[in-house]
């Protein structure tokens, strides 16, 4: 159980900057994740925590210890990925029992060892398995189980849930959750999922292209976006970016096209005069956030429904408002017809204002 | 423009595996069936034999009135989409959605016309002339899609052409495909294991199984009276819940007393005149139960997890081994550890028979 910090790390391949000037603590028992794209350096940042990729600058620290001249195996932390190795012809029991060995233990130290975590990951009625006999998800807890039965000082997970079917993914997501704060061990996980990051983690890291972009919890993340790209990429349907201007005399945003012009209310106008350019602004509302109707509502949009999706527990309708397509998440049971002309109402109480030029948050 | 039917297909390939396990099924003119399910579930194969490309070891495919068991794919008029590939960077937008028609020899006019015309509808027609590198992302793949349908076949058949985007990509995609189907009013055949893409763009789904067809109908109706287990454990983000449970009098009663669920003598006695054994699955979504702090309602239990998702939270809640999940609003702030009852909401749970794995209500 460690606090792992992260100073200034750099790590370059070529010419590439796989990882740009990054600074995160991680909280001894703390989970983080990072998460980005593709490309976004997470995997690259974790290889640095295991020791598997020496920074070209900056340093890993645990515990406040510099750790540069400490080799991977020394550094004792646990690495999961999403190909999880195990050795084909031992059972689910040896395999969870192999770190095990190498120590000296009692065959019965070891049995009760593996069975105290099997029991914690709830597969300790399949120890006499092999591999083969195991579904993927089982797999992956076998794969956890090893590497929990060593005690490492910290967890480092890369994308461990990918090759899971989304239904196996969202039960191992709670089971993770849990199973890290029965350990009371640090977790530093990272993924492209950001479902995965908002759900698991204490903390969120997003990370794009080498630079990291915020750092908060699930809920910081998501209801204040510190730019553009958090913003797009944090939430499962997208947040709507509308090109706008502040009119500073009559205090309203008006579209880029000129379609439509809203009073700003005073949040967004003194976020609107941060800006250097005001005239070039984007409005930001999330589906939840953008109210539908059949009635006329006064100061409404004029938007026409452009296509719906029906997602059972809810429904999307990408509405059309000008050139603009408009997501707008509602309760199942509020249907509309194809093509229906509809009134559109942005919450402005919950909207954001990002600054064009260097697509950081106004709001 | 045409129907396809599909009457009995059943396909065995020479190592034995019966892929696709008598299947019948039909897309009127013009609609968007969704083939969904799981890797190995025969959804590609069944797509492959309507293509031409596998024959069939019995069955037959219609394509309008004709049946096509015996042509080849080039005369089925057919065009099967994989997925949508990058635009050739040399080449304007007009070019490269004309490509596919300039290969095939139609004359300059034709193709001017049914550039147009698609260049209409997607919205595209005011950068034809551009290269794709100085278009926004958004033309690219509208132009990427015009494209895929400029050749007007009868029957447009795609098997997960969205698979390699990424989520954003993805989902704008979807929105656009969609839109430009119901436009060109083209039958469509899709396959995909994605039960979120089969819920947004079809007007109807077909989910399979192990070769078998399990269920066809609307989005809503597979969401809401999923026929069987399997369908009621594939569709939804999150799964329906399905909890072991028994009939007793006119109460369903879980596994350890933890959960008892009071019924309508009329639901309860359908139940027992139709179930083939006592083992019972009472399926519920995870919108569909309520939490409270109190001890009324149907199931005790204790949060176990609880995960933000932005616009909803997602609780776990250990019951007799197993957990139920529940949705609520993203305000909701019960904690881990927490005693809380569940309430379920009876008009809109289902009942399984645990053996054949069959809704009866």
């Known amino acids: 159980m460690s606090s792992i910090t992260l100073q200034n790390l750099t790590k370059r391949f070529g010419a590439t900057v796989a990882v740009n000037d990054l600074s995160l603590h991680i909280d001894d028992r703390e989970f983080v994740v990072v998460v980005g794209p593709t490309g976004a350096g997470k995997t690259t940042t974790l290889r640095c925590v295991a020791g598997l990729e020496k920074p070209d600058d900056g340093m890993v620290l645990f515990d406040g210890q510099d750790v540069r001249s400490v080799s991977p195996a020394e550094r004792d932390v646990a690495f999961v990925f999403q190909n999880y190795a195990l050795y084909p012809r031992k059972t689910a029991f040896e395999n969870i029992a192999f770190p095990l060995q190498a120590r000296n233990l009692s065959a019965a130290e070891i049995k009760a060892e593996v069975e105290r975590t099997a029991r914690m990951l709830r597969i300790h009625h399949l120890l006499d398995r092999r591999p083969a006999q195991l579904s993927g998800g089982e797999q992956q807890r076998v794969a956890l189980g090893r590497a929990m039965v060593r005690r490492p000082r910290a967890f480092l997970m890369d994308e461990p849930l990918t090759n899971l079917d989304f239904q196996l993914r969202a039960q191992m997501r709670s089971e993770l959750k849990r199973i890290q704060r029965e350990l009371d061990n640090t977790f530093f996980y990272v993924t492209n999922d950001q479902v995965e990051a908002l759900s698991m983690g204490d903390r969120i890291a997003v990370l794009n292209a080498g630079t990291l972009h915020q750092v908060g919890t699930p809920q910081e993340i998501y209801e204040h976006p510190a730019d553009l790209f958090v913003a797009a990429f944090i939430g499962s349907i997208r947040m709507n970016f509308l090109r706008c201007a502040f009119i500073a005399d009559t205090g309203a945003l008006v579209s880029a096209d000129g379609g439509w012009s809203l009073p700003a209310p005073p949040r967004l106008r003194e976020g609107a005069q941060k800006s250097k350019d005001p005239g070039q602004l984007i409005l930001g509302v999330r589906p939840e956030d953008v109210l539908l109707s059949t009635e006329a509502g006064n100061g409404a949009l004029e938007g026409q429904v452009y296509v719906a999706e029906p997602l059972g527990n809810h429904n999307v309708y990408n509405v059309r408002i000008g050139p603009a397509l408009v997501r707008v998440k509602t309760p199942a049971t509020f249907m509309l017809d194809a093509e229906a002309r509809v009134s559109v109402q942005f919450n402005m109480a919950r909207a954001h204002l990002f600054d064009s030029a260097t697509e950081q948050a106004l709001t | 423009m045409a129907e396809v039917r599909i009457e009995n297909l059943v396909k065995v390939f020479p190592n034995g595996t019966r892929a696709v396990n008598d299947v019948s099924l039909a897309a009127p003119d013009g609609e968007f069936l969704v083939l969904l399910g799981p890797s190995g579930c025969g959804k590609t194969t069944t797509l492959r034999c309507v293509a031409g490309l596998e024959r069939q070891t019995s069955g037959d495919i219609y394509i309008g009135e004709r049946v096509v068991n015996d042509l080849p794919p080039g005369e089925r008029d057919i065009a099967f989409v994989f997925q949508f590939y990058a635009l050739y960077p040399h080449l304007s937008a007009y070019d490269n959605i004309a490509f596919p028609l300039r290969a095939v020899g139609v004359a300059a006019d034709e193709i001017d016309r049914r550039v147009m015309r698609v260049a209409e509808t997607l919205r595209i027609k005011h950068v034809l002339r551009k290269r794709p590198r100085s278009m926004s992302s958004g033309e690219q793949q509208r132009v990427a899609l015009g494209r895929a349908v400029i050749r007007r076949p009868q029957v447009f058949l795609m098997d997960e052409p969205l698979t390699n985007l990424d989520a954003a990509l993805r989902s704008d995609m979807r929105v656009e495909l969609k839109h430009l189907q119901r436009e060109l009013g083209v039958t469509t055949l899709y396959v995909t294991h994605d039960q979120t893409e089969a819920m947004t763009m079809g007007e109807r789904i077909a989910v399979m199984q192990l070769g078998d067809l399990q269920q066809v109908g609307t989005p809503l109706e597979v969401y809401q009276y999923p026929a069987t287990l399997f ?36 639901v309860a006695g359908a139940i027992r005149q139709k179930q083939s054994g006592p083992g019972l699955v009472l399926g519920v979504r995870a919108e569909d139960i309520t939490l409270s702090g109190g001890d009324e309602g149907d199931m005790r239990g204790e949060v176990t997890t609880r995960e933000p998702l932005g616009d909803q939270a997602l609780y776990s809640v250990g019951l007799d081994g197993q957990f139920i999940q529940i949705t609520t609003a993203p305000t909701t702030r019960f904690g881990v550890g927490d005693a809380i009852s569940l309430s379920i909401d009876r008009s809109r749970m289902r009942v399984f028979d645990a053996a054949t794995e069959r809704a009866l209500v």
């Open chain 2, 231 to 266: 369908v009621a454990s594939f569709i939804g983000d999150p799964p329906m819940n399905l909890i072991p449970v028994t009939l007793e009098g006119d109460a369903l009663q879980g596994a350890s007393g933890h959960l008892s669920l009071a019924l309508a003598p009329d």
